[in-house]
């Protein structure tokens, strides 16, 4: 089974400033999908962006974008002019492309906005 | 308008009693999934549905079955229940396969607490 590390359980950044937040993955797939959640106090799992293997330009939703790294495995998410909004906790997700269609999720990063 | 209704969102029982949460998607997608979110926040995968067939079943105690009456409906059903039962149980859907937008959608949780 693939397996999602996020090495940072807590990370912490004055508003307005950028943080990045780390996730590695281990796969023998070529083909599949990665996702950052939201998870703010209220609990709703809120997709943040995603982005498709195949695909060499890293993906932007306006203050968020990730660094993807295909050959290290490597997928982190930068998070621009931080805002108190932005605090909550951080899921890197992987979905396969093939059978089963099964997301795996890293255990989580716990982002607090200092005003 | 929710996409993917689950009811209740709180749930407070008895050890022993039998419970059931259910799960409710309107965006069409045909693998729904249940996960447990324990404590520490990390996700579990529990079932997997496509097209009311299950496709994934982890390591759960038999106390837990899924139902799955039709493509948009997957409900949890959890006989006797156990102090360490006690988490967030979160119902999410997804389309099958690969392309765009195949990330997982969630329903707001349903917060169990066994006494």
Known sequence: AQTVTQSQPEMSVQEAETVTLSCTYDTSESDYYLFWYKQPPSRQMILVIRQEAYKQQNATENRFSVNFQKAAKSFSLKISDSQLGDAAMYFCAYRSAGAGNQFYFGTGTSLTVIP | ?115
């Not at chain 2, 209740?8 to 997608?29: A, F, R, W």
């Not at chain 2, 959890?78 to 329903?107: H, K, M, P």
Request: with cysteine.
């Open chain 2, 1 to 115: 308008d929710t996409a993917v209704s689950q009811t209740p969102k709180y749930l407070v029982t008895q050890m022993g009693n039998d419970k059931s949460i259910k799960c409710e998607q309107n965006l069409g997608h045909d693998t729904m999934y249940w996960y447990k979110q324990d404590s520490k926040k990390f996700l579990k995968i529990m079932f997997s549905y496509n097209n009311k067939e299950l496709i994934i079943n982890e390591t759960v105690p038999n106390r837990f079955s899924p139902k799955s009456p039709d493509k948009a409906h997957l409900n949890l059903h959890i006989n006797s229940l156990e102090l360490g039962d006690s988490a967030v149980y979160f119902c999410a859907s997804s389309r099958w396969g690969q392309g765009a937008n195949t990330e997982a959608f969630f329903g707001q949780g349903t917060r169990l607490t066994v006494v």
